[in-house]
């Protein structure tokens, strides 16, 4: 498995920007797709945006497409996920994770994701 660690979240206004940083240890990072999922209070988590082991897939859930890129820079073992033109609907603690080996991640299904970090809030206020 691979341990994870979120930072980047804050209190932002509406229409302003945000880059989430999601660090990972050990040497196999490379080799697994990552995503990113979100929690509002009160509500179910859900897919955000997810990345293939290379970047050259990803995906996206509708809400936020247009708004939001994910990338990866594998040298750094870290997934980003920069939050453009933000809605206060986003607010949400947002969570990266690791896809299991060998599973249709590209579908943003929980239980395709082995490893979550700890979460960072975002906040966006009106």
């Known amino acids: 498995q691979v341990q994870l660690v979120e930072s980047g979240g804050g209190l932002v206004q509406a229409g302003d920007s945000l880059r989430l940083s999601c660090a990972a240890s050990g040497r196999t990072f490379s080799s697994y797709a990552m995503g990113w999922f979100r929690q509002a209070p009160g509500k179910e988590r859900e897919f955000v945006a997810a990345i293939s082991w290379s970047g050259g897939s990803t995906y996206y859930a509708d809400s936020v497409k247009g708004r939001f890129t994910i990338s990866r820079d594998n040298a750094k073992n870290t997934v980003y996920l920069q939050m453009n033109s933000l809605k206060p609907e986003d607010t949400a603690v947002y969570y990266c994770?690791?896809?299991?080996?060998?599973?249709?991640w590209g579908k943003g299904v929980e239980a395709d994701f082995g490893s979550w970090g700890q979460g960072t809030q975002v906040t966006v206020s009106s």
């Open positions: 994770a690791a896809a299991r080996p060998l599973a249709n």
